[in-house]
């Protein structure tokens, strides 16, 4: 068993590394491509990141543009970063000349609190929803939990921050709208991420404990004279925990979308956040920076999902 | 132990009586075996004994024993007898064992005793039935016996003395259904009572005791195994022994005509494990071929092979030119399975239509020689009955006029009569269109009866 699972490790770590190189790839030229055809002149807008809108004129933009090189042909510059970035160098900023790897180490801590909160959050509540609808369904639980996560998917993430702002900071002041550093600032954004995921966390684990307790092993173990809740310790928890991990897995793509808007909204310092305002002042190596670490996030997410699912299911991972 | 008695035991759903009142005796040492066809209300006395019976059925009467008795009416006085005085044998054991653990724990579970020696006692049970080899398996690396034996050593390590068997050879091939019976007889030998509510008749032979036969929630006839099942008195056992494949009257096969698939020196491995290795087979027109062999000896993947389904590690298979690729059709095993759950059988079959650019008279004639009202077709595959849907099945494949059927197992899973009723309407539209048959099963009287040829691998 031990060697089966060793593979089944190798096996695992080995698909994602070669996942972790093709995304990379995919999202730099994407990114670069994307950029490029960002409508406006490119020199121009980092002159004004720099200097300011009221004191760029031609003259500053041309010496952007001579200093960057922008005037190169776009191949010769996607050619010239790749080259950095095999070198494991994400290049310096455009607008604040700093490595970008420096400065998206800050806002890295920060991104990272913001999901780890949010995640917290969703499975805090998504969890015990889901198991009182799954083991009642149709009861009262079961039809609230639908109702919600219906529509918690069905509203962006920006409304539920607006709505949420509104509601909690401005009528109610129980919290500061946005900002960071003060006491409360977390608290909205983890929300707004954490009840979006909280509500599909919800359904996905009614359907796996419902799809369980239905089950012939599940029945036969009752009849066997176990008592429901050793039947549901015992049987119950690991084959409802490979379902849920290996589906909740896959939808922690929605933290990635959500962070860039919901950092955004409420001023989170986070990579979102970063990645919105080089957008804004055409900041290229820190677009590609920012959008590189949020796919490596992702796979690294994929890539933990699919160990706690080795190490939950004893069946090894399915051969292709 | 003393004999346990079930006085006035009747289901109902509302008012409607699904199962007509009945006293039975079940005494140490002797099977009690209830026979019928599916539908017939007698899996609903396994549970209005056990107390699981499903949401909105009441169970009336009583369970007694010496002097304690036990009110059926209330499901939830039984719960403390599960594993130590009531235990269910599964249907289907492969699904009955939890995926994701080991054998021994699974068995030792059941033990009711001291904790302390439950795995003394679940090894014990596993070395007695031939299984120590298994005990750090996990369910899907045992095979359909091997399962079988674990859930009945899980089942019975609690000591119950009575078991109850619900339809407990359902699709098992011919060894593992002569190890189950095995196991019934052991459990008896040890004195114990045993009910087991099947269709399987052989198994009821083999088990001896009494025998009830049920039709529509009601016995129709009661006694020992050997005067009924010799001389059964009612027309309807008659007519249940009379479905048995042995007894079925001869069957003519047309004659074959000219070679419609050769397959030449086909060979198939699993991993390290070779399934068949230069297997030859020629199949003509119109012809009748049965595939033989245990579970597990690769006669579906030979199948599967013939019809370019699954590709062969050495050997080729050559079709005779000029048929469409639809020309090649496959029964499935589990019609439930071959359906979508959620598209209604009308969607299902109007798309095959519509594909083949068949007339909706094609489609309605094929439901009215089968016998099936076309009120069906609004229905979703698990609101109608296996028997029914394996015929819808049959339609399915019918329309697309294959010149080869190959039919998995088409019957494992059909009570008796569902099964004869079946096979005579496939042979009888197989026969209209001059359609081959290739038959994969392990029942060999089913095999002799319906196809003039038969391969063994």
Known sequence: MAAITQHGLARVLGQRLIQALVVSLLVATLCFVLVQQLPGDMAFRIAAGRYGYDYVDAAAADAVRQELGLAQPAWQQFAHWLQQLAHGQLGQSLVTGGAVLEEIGHHLGATL??????????????????????????????????????????????????????????????????????????????????????GLTARIVRDSVLAVVQSDYYRFALTKGLSPWRAFWRHGLRNIGVTVVAYAGVQLVLLIEGVVVVESLFAWPGIGHALVHAVFWRDVPMIQGCTLLLAWLFVLLNTLTDLLCLAIDPRGPAEP | MNSLHLDGVAVYQQQHCLLQALDLTLYPGEALTVLGESGSGKSLLAHAIMGTLPAGLRARGQLRQGSQTWPLADAANRRALWGQQLAILPQEPATALDPTMRVLPQVAEGWRGEAGSAQAEARGQLARLGLQAAQRHYPHQLSGGMAQRVAFAAATLGGAGLLLADEPSKGLDNRACATLAQLLQQHLADGRCLLTITHDIALARTLGGQVLVMRGGEVVEHGPASRVLQQPQHPYTQQLLAAEPPAWPAIAHPAPGDWLLQGRSLAKAYGSQALFRNVDIDIAAGERVALLADSGAGKSTLGNILLGLTRADHGSVRYRDGLPRTAWQKLYQDPVQAFAPHISLHTALHDVLQHCGQPLASLETLLHRLRLSPGLLARKPSQVSGGELQRLALIRTLLLQPALLFADEPTSRLDPLTQQDTVHCLLDELARIGCALLLVTHDHALAGKTTSRQLRL
């Open chain 1, 113 to 198: 609190q913001l999901a780890a909160a949010s995640v917290a959050l969703a499975l805090g509540l998504g969890l015990p929803l889901g198991l009182a609808s799954g083991l009642r369904p149709g009861g009262w639980a079961d039809r609230l939990t639908l109702l919600a996560s219906v529509a918690l998917r069905a509203l962006p993430p920006f409304l539920l921050g607006l709505m949420l702002m509104l509601g909690l900071s401005v009528q109610l002041g129980w919290v500061p709208a946005a900002g960071h550093g003060e006491d409360g600032n977390l608290l909205l954004p983890a929300l707004t991420l954490g009840l979006g995921l909280s």
